[in-house]
T-cell receptor, first 113, second 111 residues
Framework: SQELEQSPQSLIVQEGKNLTINCTSS?????LYWYKQKYGEGLIFLMM?????EEKSHEKITAKLDEKKQQSSLHITASQPSHAGIYLC?????????????FGKGTLLTVNP | NAGVTQTPKFQVLKTGQSMTLQCAQD?????MSWYRQDPGMGLRLIHY???????DQGEVPNGYNVSRSTTEDFPLRLLSAAPSQTSVYFC??????????FGDGTRLSIL
């Protein structure tokens, strides 16, 4: 979706390093969802954010939604090879159909041992 | 629970052939959708449905038809397959604001 921009498109990090992936919307978000996908496999739900300023964590992954609800970041601390994959942000935008969930182009993460 | 089930997992078609990709969910979700995934393009929404009898177009609807006669099923039809429709197709379902559940995908090649 052109309404959602992810950056960077790809990222290569050394094991143990921290990293951040960003997702920016041109419109106010009603809800923001982060998914992970291993190559050739299905999508795994990571986290959902709905409130401005909201922050959620699971193991070494933290996701935040800014106060204006137009940008989200996904931060991985002390990356491991198991974190490698494609990270996708998906969003439901305010003012439109609350059922229409569109995605960014994804960020390909490689973690070198 | 089986969740979201897609069939087939793999399919090869010739240009001009027709085909239906099946999708079924057993979670009584209102919302179902179809996406295609191409390298570097993320997931693009093809069609979605907010309930039985109600469907709407997504970002890339051309060349695809859908129908939603029951809550459980949401088939995607290719009436005349084209090489540009070679892709991985994902079906998904969701209830309200809850996270979307995805099927395992269908890899479709059109020669």
């Amino acid at each position: 979706s052109q309404e959602l921009e992810q950056s960077p498109q790809s990222l290569i990090v050394q094991e143990g390093k921290n990293l951040t992936i960003n997702c920016t919307s041109s419109k106010t978000l009603y809800g923001l969802y982060w998914y992970k996908q291993k190559y050739g496999e299905g999508l795994i739900f990571l986290m959902m954010l709905q409130k401005g300023g909201e922050e959620k964590s699971h193991e070494k992954i933290t996701a935040k939604l800014d106060e204006k609800k137009q940008q989200s970041s996904l931060h991985i601390t002390a990356s491991q090879p198991s974190h490698a994959g494609i990270y996708l942000c998906g969003a439901v935008h305010s003012g439109g159909s609350n059922y229409k969930l569109t995605f960014g182009k994804g960020t390909l993460l490689t973690v070198n041992p | 629970n089986a969740g979201v089930t897609q069939t087939p997992k793999f399919q090869v078609l010739k240009t001009g052939q027709s085909m239906t990709l099946q999708c079924a969910q057993d979670m009584n979700h209102e919302y179902m959708s179809w996406y295609r995934q191409d390298p570097g393009m993320g997931l693009r929404l093809i069609h979605y449905s907010v309930g039985a009898g109600i469907t709407d177009q997504g970002e890339v609807p051309n060349g695809y038809n859908v129908s939603r006669s029951t809550t459980e099923d949401f088939p995607l039809r290719l009436l005349s397959a084209a090489p540009s429709q070679t892709s991985v197709y994902f079906c998904a379902s969701r209830q309200g604001d809850q996270p979307q559940h995805f099927g395992d995908g269908t890899r479709l090649s059109i020669l």
